[in-house]
């Protein structure tokens, strides 16, 4: 895996001054970030952390001059009143630091990284460690940051593993933390779901955006009901795609109506007659809360965040 420009390299070397500095941070939920810098004493970046991790305003003088240097060579320098800011986050995951967009997420071509990507992390870790069979071929749909792609890359070193994604931003990104991981087996290409690869997967990897957001950003909107539109559509295209003994893994959350659950019950619909395994859990009842105010979710009870695994057969 390669970077493709001068700013990209400088990014990645940015990315490695910042890793041999100790960097080291765990980014939190859109409305956690925003309290924890609306604080009086968190006005101002004191250290790494909240330059690269809080994206807090900062002075020239508090960075190393070689630090200073990167951010400027990789164009992700932003000028804030006399001060500036990063135009990028690092966070840190599995012994990884990833880069991804600054807070606030607001651009349509953000990429996202948080709570929902350590989930996912730890449903993808989870099932490598229970399945050990082999996975020749591998596919995140919809990669982002690429954490899930990079993730797999690692864990199994002679797999092909590809990242796709509709976000030439979330495809750059992708290259870069690849990069930064020595993920020589990961391979990114632009593709609206698995419309624009060929052939089938062994290990079939999805986060997708679930929420109705009324901007329609590329990370977080996810259409259809109740922003279940998505997931459904890499649902039905992942199935036509696995290998005999392949699996989609795909975690997504659900909007709760009525103490139902109107995911599980399409998937269900749509399993039906096809003979494959399926498993289903629940792996936090309680997300984005804030989102029940009002929009789309007034009459929900919940959003829950979910993992669906499904398997082919051999035969």
């Not at 990014?11 to 960097?23: C, D, F, S």
């Not at 250290?47 to 690269?52: A, C, I, N, T």
């Not at 036509?240 to 399409?266: H, I, S, W």
């Not at 498993?279 to 829950?304: K, M, N, Q, S, W």
Request: a negative charge; one cysteine or more.
């Amino acid at each position: 895996m390669t970077t493709e420009t001068a700013q990209d390299r400088a990014l990645l070397h940015l990315a490695q001054a910042l890793r041999e500095r100790g960097y080291h941070f765990i980014t939190p939920t859109p409305l956690t970030h925003e309290r924890v810098n609306a604080r009086v004493e968190n006005q101002l970046a004191k250290d790494l952390e909240g330059v690269f991790g809080w994206s807090r305003p900062f002075q020239h003088e508090l960075l190393p001059p070689a630090i200073f240097s990167l951010m400027d060579q990789a164009g992700v320098l932003a000028p804030s009143d006399s001060r500036w800011r990063s135009r990028v986050r690092m966070s840190s995951l599995d012994g990884q630091l990833f880069v991804h967009s600054a807070h606030p997420t607001d651009a349509a071509d953000a990429v996202f990284f948080g709570p929902d990507t350590y989930r996912f992390a730890n449903a993808i870790l989870a099932h490598l460690n229970n399945h050990k069979g082999q996975i020749g071929r591998a596919v995140d749909i919809g990669c982002g940051s690429g954490a899930g792609a990079i993730l797999t890359a690692l864990a199994r070193p002679q797999a092909e593993v590809l990242a796709v994604d509709i976000n030439p931003a979330a495809l750059r990104m992708t290259r870069i933390n690849a990069a930064l991981a020595e993920a020589d087996n990961l391979k990114a290409h632009h593709s609206d779901l698995l419309n624009d690869i060929d052939g089938q997967f062994d290990l079939i990897l999805a986060n997708p955006p679930y929420l109705v957001d009324p901007d329609e950003r590329a990370y977080r909107h996810g259409g259809g009901p109740l922003g279940a539109g998505l997931s459904l559509a890499i649902f039905d295209s992942a199935l036509a795609r696995l290998a005999p003994c392949g699996t989609l893994l795909l975690y997504t959350g659900v909007a709760m109506k009525g103490n139902q659950d109107p995911f599980r019950r399409e998937i269900e619909q749509r399993l039906e007659g096809h003979g494959l395994e399926w498993r289903y859990r629940e792996v936090d009842p309680d997300v984005f809360g804030e989102e029940l105010l009002d929009g789309a979710y007034t009459e929900c009870d919940r959003i829950a965040a979910v993992v669906l695994e499904v398997t082919r057969s051999a035969g």
